[in-house]
């Protein structure tokens, strides 16, 4: 891999940066809209409408979207912060924040959290939605979570916390070279829990959940409902994304990297950004229109309607650049709502979005990445595709763990710019992974002969002395035959130690 920097663009035949182990030019670097203005869409399916040629939306999403009263605001001509949300649940929690009296070790909350989960996961499907219990138990083990982690943010000295909120937790993991103690992320069940979904939808997301049952009842991940940190400090998002939108070399960056699709053939606009990891998570905007037979001048009510056909007639470029103002605002919120939520946890937040860290990068032009987000965009072997079993059994290995940490900041001891730290990693990583083959090969040889003569010692002095004082001298016999094998035992003790193992382990696993 060649160097990273993180503010040039990224080489067309490098693996791309996701992890899929793609050249970059057929995964993010193929950035060419899907559809132009005016193409045809597939036939609406039941309960949905196609905004593009790949996109479909229910149709009470769209209800969702536009409830009645919403307020309708006028463009200002340049992109502006949006209202933050938050549910008054949420707001109840985040009252529980720096609390961490009486709370619940990470291992009793992991155990409780995978306990509710298998129950949400054995109930019957259906398309009732959960009873009262159901949610009093997701609430209550919310509440859980946030005492829990407050009491974390307390503890001195504080362990290493990492938010990501687009990786799957395993993977976050080891990409990221097991440096944290603990990855907060965002709680799917609360958030599914808050929009009144069905048994079938609940069962669902909990046995998703269920993939990371060992990472969960370990502790080492912790899911959190990112809502709570909005209602506590959401008027610091709006003032910090407000800041950064009246930087104009930003807002420009940032709008040279939206990627439009549409209006097709119905009037909805599709923004991504480029190199954003969710590319497939488009947002989406309609456009709309007054139905001027609708207005009631008396009572200022008037109906506005949405989804209507393309006109090749009508000009679009007035919406189209007011949708690329709010995308532009929309993005930057975005980055500062994880950005905060990270830090009302007490943790660091590692973006896996290239896009994202360059927009952090340009905000903060003399600040290196840290150093879970330079082993995330390195180039790492072997830790980046275990389960979450296999996981779970590699952190109980702490002196590997601790050795492999160790080792990870020593080498960006001396790391000038981020290019550096992503190069010291991936060097590092290659070299602990030589030394894992080189580790493997001792064990089966070498260490294998080692125990052969001192194990055939201790068998036949165990004998000796069982026939000559029968179980008495056998156990007589026995410390002596312990120490002949303790060079042996202690090799490999030492050897389980070092953090080259911890890629013997993960190789074994994948097997």
């Given at each position: 891999?060649?160097?990273?920097?993180?503010?040039?663009?990224?080489?067309?035949?490098?693996?791309?940066?996701?992890?899929?182990?793609?050249?970059y030019?057929?995964?993010?670097?193929n950035?060419?809209?899907?559809?132009?203005?005016?193409?045809?869409?597939?036939?609406d399916?039941d309960?949905?409408?196609?905004?593009?040629?790949?996109?479909s939306?229910?149709?009470?999403?769209?209800v969702?979207?536009?409830?009645?009263?919403?307020?309708?605001?006028?463009p200002?001509?340049?992109?502006?912060?949006s209202?933050?949300?938050?549910?008054?649940?949420?707001?109840?929690?985040?009252?529980?924040?720096?609390?961490?009296?009486?709370?619940?070790s990470?291992?009793e909350?992991?155990?409780?959290?995978?306990?509710?989960?298998?129950r949400?996961?054995?109930?019957?499907?259906g398309?009732?939605?959960p009873?009262?219990?159901?949610?009093?138990?997701?609430?209550?083990?919310?509440?859980?979570?946030i005492?829990?982690v407050?009491?974390?943010?307390?503890?001195?000295?504080?362990?290493?916390m990492?938010?990501?909120?687009?990786?799957?937790?395993a993977?976050?993991?080891?990409?990221?070279?097991l440096?944290?103690?603990h990855?907060?992320?965002?709680?799917?069940v609360?958030?599914t829990?808050?929009?009144?979904?069905?048994?079938r939808?609940?069962?669902?997301?909990?046995?998703?959940?269920?993939?990371?049952?060992?990472?969960?009842?370990?502790?080492?991940?912790?899911p959190v409902?990112?809502?709570?940190a909005?209602?506590?400090?959401?008027?610091?998002?709006q003032?910090?994304?407000?800041?950064?939108?009246k930087?104009?070399?930003l807002?420009?960056?940032?709008r040279?990297?939206?990627i439009?699709e549409?209006?097709?053939?119905r009037?909805?606009?599709?923004?991504?950004?480029?190199?954003?990891?969710?590319?497939?998570?488009?947002?989406?905007?309609?456009?709309a229109?007054t139905?001027p037979?609708?207005?009631?001048r008396?009572?200022?009510?008037?109906?506005?309607?949405m989804?209507q056909?393309?006109?090749?007639?009508?000009?679009?470029?007035?919406w189209?650049?007011?949708v690329?103002?709010s995308?532009?605002?929309?993005?930057?919120q975005?980055?500062?709502?994880?950005?905060?939520?990270?830090?009302?946890?007490?943790?660091?937040?590692?973006s896996?979005?290239?896009?994202?860290?360059r927009l952090?990068?340009?905000?903060?032009?003399?600040?290196?990445i840290?150093e879970?987000q330079?082993?995330?965009?390195?180039?790492i072997?072997?830790?980046?595709?275990?389960?979450?079993p296999?996981?779970a059994?590699?952190l109980?290995?702490?002196?590997?763990?601790d050795?492999l940490?160790?080792?990870?900041r020593?080498?960006?001891k001396?790391a000038?710019?981020d290019?550096?730290s992503?190069?010291?990693?991936?060097?590092?990583?290659?070299?602990?992974?030589?030394?894992?083959?080189?580790?493997?090969?001792?064990?089966m040889?070498?260490?294998?002969?080692q125990?052969?003569?001192?194990?055939?010692?201790?068998?036949?002095?165990?004998v000796?002395?069982?026939?000559?004082?029968?179980l008495?001298?056998?156990?007589?016999?026995?410390?002596?035959?312990?120490?002949?094998?303790?060079p042996?035992?202690?090799?490999?003790?030492?050897?389980?130690?070092?953090?080259a193992?911890l890629?013997?382990?993960?190789?074994?696993?994948?097997?």
């Amino acid at each position: 891999m060649e160097r990273i920097d993180l503010l040039a663009p990224y080489g067309r035949n490098e693996r791309c940066w996701c992890g899929s182990e793609r050249k970059y030019k057929t995964c993010h670097g193929n950035q060419r809209p899907p559809s132009q203005p005016g193409a045809p869409l597939p036939l609406d399916r039941d309960g949905s409408r196609f905004v593009s040629p790949s996109t479909s939306v229910a149709d009470d999403a769209l209800v969702d979207m536009m409830p009645g009263g919403t307020p309708i605001t006028i463009p200002s001509g340049g992109p502006e912060p949006s209202s933050i949300s938050y549910t008054n649940w949420e707001a109840d929690l985040a009252g529980a924040l720096g609390n961490g009296a009486n709370a619940l070790s990470v291992e009793e909350l992991g155990g409780l959290r995978v306990e509710v989960l298998r129950r949400l996961a054995g109930m019957p499907s259906g398309d009732d939605t959960p009873p009262d219990d159901i949610t009093e138990a997701v609430l209550q083990l919310a509440a859980a979570t946030i005492c829990t982690v407050a009491q974390l943010a307390q503890q001195t000295p504080r362990q290493t916390m990492l938010w990501n909120q687009e990786l799957d937790v395993a993977q976050f993991l080891g990409r990221t070279l097991l440096l944290a103690d603990h990855v907060l992320y965002p709680d799917h069940v609360f958030r599914t829990v808050r929009s009144n979904p069905t048994m079938r939808r609940l069962k669902e997301v909990a046995a998703s959940e269920l993939m990371n049952a060992e990472l969960l009842a370990s502790g080492i991940a912790i899911p959190v409902p990112p809502g709570v940190a909005m209602a506590a400090r959401g008027p610091t998002v709006q003032e910090l994304t407000a800041r950064d939108l009246k930087v104009t070399a930003l807002t420009d960056w940032v709008r040279r990297q939206l990627i439009l699709e549409g209006p097709t053939a119905r009037e909805a606009l599709l923004v991504r950004a480029a190199d954003d990891l969710a590319r497939e998570e488009a947002r989406f905007w309609l456009h709309a229109r007054t139905d001027p037979d609708s207005v009631d001048r008396q009572t200022r009510h008037f109906t506005m309607t949405m989804l209507q056909p393309y006109d090749p007639e009508f000009n679009y470029e007035p919406w189209i650049n007011q949708v690329k103002d709010s995308a532009v605002g929309a993005f930057v919120q975005r980055t500062h709502e994880r950005v905060v939520a990270a830090d009302v946890f007490g943790s660091e937040y590692v973006s896996a979005s290239l896009f994202e860290a360059r927009l952090l990068r340009r905000r903060e032009r003399d600040v290196r990445i840290a150093e879970a987000q330079a082993a995330l965009w390195a180039d790492i072997p072997e830790l980046t595709s275990l389960s979450s079993p296999d996981l779970a059994k590699l952190l109980k290995n702490e002196h590997a763990v601790d050795d492999l940490r160790r080792q990870v900041r020593a080498s960006l001891k001396t790391a000038r710019s981020d290019g550096d730290s992503v190069d010291a990693i991936t060097e590092l990583a290659n070299q602990l992974e030589a030394a894992s083959h080189k580790l493997q090969k001792t064990a089966m040889t070498d260490r294998g002969w080692q125990a052969v003569i001192p194990g055939g010692v201790a068998v036949a002095t165990m004998v000796v002395g069982g026939i000559t004082g029968g179980l008495a001298g056998a156990g007589v016999a026995a410390p002596a035959a312990l120490t002949a094998l303790s060079p042996y035992l202690g090799a490999r003790l030492n050897m389980r130690r070092e953090a080259a193992y911890l890629f013997v382990a993960a190789r074994r696993a994948r097997k």
